[in-house]
Every structure is written in C-alpha cells, then in structure tokens.
C-alpha cells in the first residue's frame, strides 16, 4: 500500500473538526470574537469543519487541489446535503 501511494495511486484526505473546541468563546480583552477562521492551511487535502459563530451551522475549510475542488464544486449529492 506503501508503494501504491508514494506512486501516486491512492490520495488520502486528512479530515478535522474543531466543532467542540470552543472557539468563540475566547476572550482576550476585547469581546468574543464575531468570526474565526484561519489564516492558511499549510498542506493539502484538508478538511476542517467548525461552528458557525450562531452555532446554527457547520463551515467547511478546504485545501484541495483546483481539480479536486472543481468536482467536488458540482457533485450533485454534495449540493442537495448542504444547501437549506
């Protein structure tokens, strides 16, 4: 299997949540903040998810490749599972 991805065969995602890490309630001295996000996702093929400040959604934060996302952009299932 080793060899199968070092040859480029298998491409692997790495999946995250912060969704239970309390992000918006950090306070450092000036309110809780109104928006977090992250200033840059070193690697590739990362998937972080977290609350919406309201608490009410899910945001995604991906790193993929243009290719992977032009796809990803419009899978059919994918858009009926995440649009209200």
């Known amino acids: ?3 199968r991805f070092n040859r480029g065969e298998i491409v692997s995602f ?4 912060l969704c239970r ?3 918006y ?9 109104v928006w977090v996000g992250s200033v840059s996702l070193a690697f590739s093929n990362v ?10 959604g ?3 934060w991906m790193n993929l490749k243009e290719e ?6 419009v899978d059919e ?3 009926l599972a995440t649009t209200a």
């Open 14 to 17: 790495n999946i995250t949540s």
């Open 25 to 33: 309630e950090s306070n450092f001295g000036w309110g809780k903040p």
């Open 1 to 3: 299997m080793v060899e």
């Open 21 to 23: 890490f309390p992000l």
């Open 47 to 56: 998937v972080g998810f977290i609350y919406t400040v309201s608490r009410n």
């Open 77 to 79: 299932e994918l858009i």
């Open 58 to 60: 899910i945001e995604a």
């Open 68 to 73: 992977d996302m032009a796809k990803l952009e």
